[in-house]
T-cell receptor, first 113, second 110 residues
């Protein structure tokens, strides 16, 4: 058990909809990272927050946004969903903002019908 | 673009054999990390090696790093069926977050 909790485990929705994925980091970790994993693109870094502030941005679409709350949990919002957004979305956490081992949750599997 | 690239893409061995996976990268790094992913699960951190280290051990795992060749290898000795998973290398460069490769799928048959 990594200590990182992601909810929900599965999401099935339709194109054009909006969903929110939630992540609770490991106790004491200040950094939260979001990744998207698909068969064709592999593991893609989306965005990082450190102690409530955005720290780094990767291949995140404008339709996607995230935030980290004062209690350090994070949410990833995906809107105007397209079929190609179907993927596994992982959250990871680490105690510092870079060059540290990351601890991954078990992911949210998003299926767009 | 992906910083690390693992080789081979897939590896099939028998229990008890050693498994070696390689990772190449393109730019200077502060550290290189290896992760394991069981099917449908989150990645699990295995080992971190810093740029000033050449070799590191953890249980049945041995990692080497050659910064002059920009490459690393992960050796799993005496493989078990439970080692069946995908293995990823990730590079950290200090100024950015980790960059993951596409992974090596390891199948260990009983």
């Amino acid at each position: 058990d990594s200590g990182v909790t992601q909810t929900p485990k599965h999401l099935i929705t339709a194109t054009g909809q909006r969903v929110t994925l939630r992540c609770s980091p490991r106790s004491g970790d200040l950094s939260v990272y979001w990744y998207q994993q698909s068969l064709d693109q592999g593991l893609q870094f989306l965005i990082q927050y450190y102690n409530g502030e955005e720290r780094a941005k990767g291949n995140i679409l404008e339709r996607f946004s995230a935030q980290q709350f004062p209690d350090l949990h994070s949410e990833l919002n995906l809107s105007s969903l397209e079929l190609g957004d179907s993927a596994l979305y992982f959250c990871a956490s680490s105690d510092r903002d870079r060059d540290q081992p990351q601890h991954f949750g078990d992911g949210t599997r998003l299926s767009i019908l | 673009s992906q910083q690390g690239e693992e080789d081979p893409q897939a590896l099939s061995i028998q229990e008890g054999e050693n498994a070696t996976m390689n990772c190449s990268y393109k730019t200077s790094i502060n550290n290189l990390q290896w992760y394991r992913q069981n099917s449908g699960r989150g990645l699990v951190h295995l080992i971190l090696i810093r740029s000033n280290e050449r070799e590191k051990h953890s249980g049945r795992l041995r990692v080497t790093l050659d910064t002059s060749k920009k490459s690393s290898s992960l050796l799993i000795t005496a493989s078990r069926a439970a080692d069946t998973a995908s293995y990823f290398c990730a590079t950290g460069a200090g100024y950015s977050t980790l960059t993951f490769g596409k992974g090596t799928m390891l199948l260990v048959s009983p």
